[in-house]
């Protein structure tokens, strides 16, 4: 009886502990939402977005250093199998939104860099993408940028 009193502690300590464990992405970064393990992938919005009237959250779901690395063309062809129409390109540190990117993804200022990205109205919405992509796509993302409608630099 000792023995089984013993063991069944042991368990519950093993599935306490277990419980204690993040679902947050370690790879997210920004000022999205937390939401609750949704695996279904949001309306892509990334033509609808208005960056003039005000906030939005782009989703960096990859990085290169070299444009043409193999993980942009890739990330591209994911993004365009879920239904997104993904922007791509180089970022550079004195643009003012690439700024914010470098900052917010602790980027390093003396690199240029090449992203994928999409693009969403609010920071829910973009965490639930990062959800169904991680769910999807191992390892996931990059992390999520908050991005404002104008710039003061």
């Known amino acids: 009886m000792r023995t089984c009193l013993h063991l069944a ?22 000022n999205a939402a937390p939401m609750t393990g949704s695996s279904q ?12 009237s005000g906030p939005y959250w782009k989703v960096v779901v990859t990085v290169a250093r070299e444009e043409n690395d193999p993980r942009l063309g890739e990330a591209k062809q994911s993004l365009t199998e879920a239904g997104y129409e993904p922007a791509s390109g180089g970022i550079s540190p ?29 920071p829910e919405r973009a965490q639930q993408f990062v959800y169904a992509y991680r769910d999807a796509h191992e390892p996931g993302v990059v992390g999520t940028v908050e991005l404002e409608n104008r710039c003061d630099k």
Request: charge should be negative.
């Open 9 to 30: 502690a042991a368990v519950l300590a093993i599935v306490a502990l277990a419980g204690c464990q993040s679902d947050e992405p370690d790879q997210v970064k920004g």
């Open 94 to 122: 004195n643009a003012c939104s690439d700024s914010t990117i470098y900052d917010q993804l602790k980027l390093d200022y003396n690199r240029q860099y090449y992203v994928v990205t999409v693009m969403f109205s609010t």
């Open 41 to 52: 992938f949001p309306t892509d919005e990334s033509k609808t977005v208005h960056r003039s």
